[in-house]
């Protein structure tokens, strides 16, 4: 993706890359609301990194893999050229740890003996990684860090306090989504001397009209780039759905709101089909939905910061719904199962609006409720589609 302002953020990190080839060791955040590019970003740097001559070591965190002890640690070294007894070494102490969380119940538990085992890898695993750079330098590339399990974190956390000396560029992505807390981990990144902050905002106009002319060439982008931006809200998997279905929207951008929904959170795939249902930002949604207002509102606004909706929310376009020439109800249960054509079955939805109108919502849910974020097909289809960014 060739835009201005991509082009500006990998030149930073493209400098920071320089300082670690010198022995100037530095750390980078890459932040953004879920499809703004921070993947493809990470991406590219590694095969910078490659081509100069260091070693990239890249890991992907998922929400599914939260609870998997040092798995993203384990991804880091399996692409790392370690030594067989290292390789040894390390995985029996990744045995040893993990076989005492099962017994005294994980790390959050504060168990000394299992605190000491997790500290024992992290410094054996931050050693090893250390010793790489004898060789050549490293670029450590963590996509998705706000899922990363607790022990790969608190090795992180022991190797990124230590690299200003070494030759070591270790960059991570989060998404920046109003109401999910940064991790302890992502804040003690963001307070080290050594972090830079590289946010990564929508696409503006002139980006997006460099986007279709690369695929459709300057004429057309000239008459296309005020649409496409506003239909995308500057969203680039979006614009690519766009050109995939030029002229005019259809499947590549239903299945790619789709995608940004699930990456986000499954709760937004609940509230965008409740959206559906009602009509655009009706008052009833949140009694719909089950979710109060202190919890809706933000969520409400993450639509609009991955470029479903507008600041009124209200969607950008009809086939952010499903098809347009479908009754309401039948576009949500679309939107509700994105592995079909009629997802949530067109009964529910029609029960669901039936109590809205008759002031028979679903209790609302207090903060904290697991009831609170249980999507229904919805949120289960959505969680396996997600837009990497």
């Not at 010198?22 to 932040?31: C, D, E, L, W």
């Amino acid at each position: 993706m060739k835009v201005a302002e991509r082009e500006r953020q990998a030149q930073v990190l493209g400098r920071l890359l320089d300082e670690a080839m010198r022995a100037q060791g530095n750390v980078a955040v890459v932040s953004g609301a879920p499809g703004m590019g921070k993947s493809t970003l990470l991406a590219a740097l590694s095969d910078q990194a490659a081509r100069r001559g260091a070693a990239p070591l890249v890991a992907t965190c998922s929400r599914a893999e939260t609870g998997l002890a040092f798995g993203v640690i384990g991804q880091l070294l399996s692409s790392a050229a370690v030594s067989q007894t290292d390789r040894r070494q390390i995985g029996e102490l990744i045995g040893a740890a993990g076989e005492l969380a099962g017994r005294v119940g994980g790390l959050m538990d504060g168990a000394g003996e299992l605190v000491a085992a997790v500290q024992a890898v992290a410094q054996l695993a931050g050693a090893v990684l250390t010793k790489l750079t004898e060789h050549s330098p490293v670029v450590l590339a963590v996509d998705d860090v706000q899922f990363a399990d607790q022990p790969s974190a608190l090795c992180l956390s022991y190797l990124v306090r230590r690299i200003r000396p070494i030759r070591m560029l270790a960059v991570f992505s989060r998404q920046e989504i109003s109401w999910r807390q940064p991790t302890a981990f992502q804040a003690e990144l963001l307070r080290l001397p050594r972090c830079e902050l590289v946010r990564l905002a929508p696409l503006s106009e002139a980006d997006v009209a460099s986007m279709i002319e690369a695929e459709l060439g300057s004429q057309v982008a000239g008459r296309l780039a005020a649409r496409f931006h506003a239909i995308s809200g500057g969203s680039p998997p979006l614009v690519k759905a766009l050109l995939a279905d030029h002229p005019e929207p259809a499947d590549a951008y239903s299945l790619a709101v789709l995608s940004c929904l699930g990456s986000a959170d499954p709760a937004l795939a609940q509230i965008a089909a409740g959206l559906a249902v009602l009509g655009d930002g009706e008052a009833d949604l949140g009694r719909l939905v089950g979710l109060e207002a202190e919890v809706l509102e933000p969520r409400l606004a993450s639509l609009g910061q991955v470029g479903i909706t507008d600041a009124g929310h209200r969607f950008r376009h009809p086939r952010a719904i499903g098809d347009p020439g479908q009754p309401r109800s039948a576009a949500a249960g679309r939107a509700a199962r994105p592995g079909r054509r009629v997802g949530v079955q067109r009964r529910s939805v029609s029960r669901a609006r039936g109590r809205a109108s008759a002031g028979r919502c679903p209790r609302q849910r207090r903060v904290g409720d697991p009831c609170a974020r249980r999507g229904r097909a919805l949120s289960d289809r959505s969680r396996a589609s997600r837009c990497r960014g």
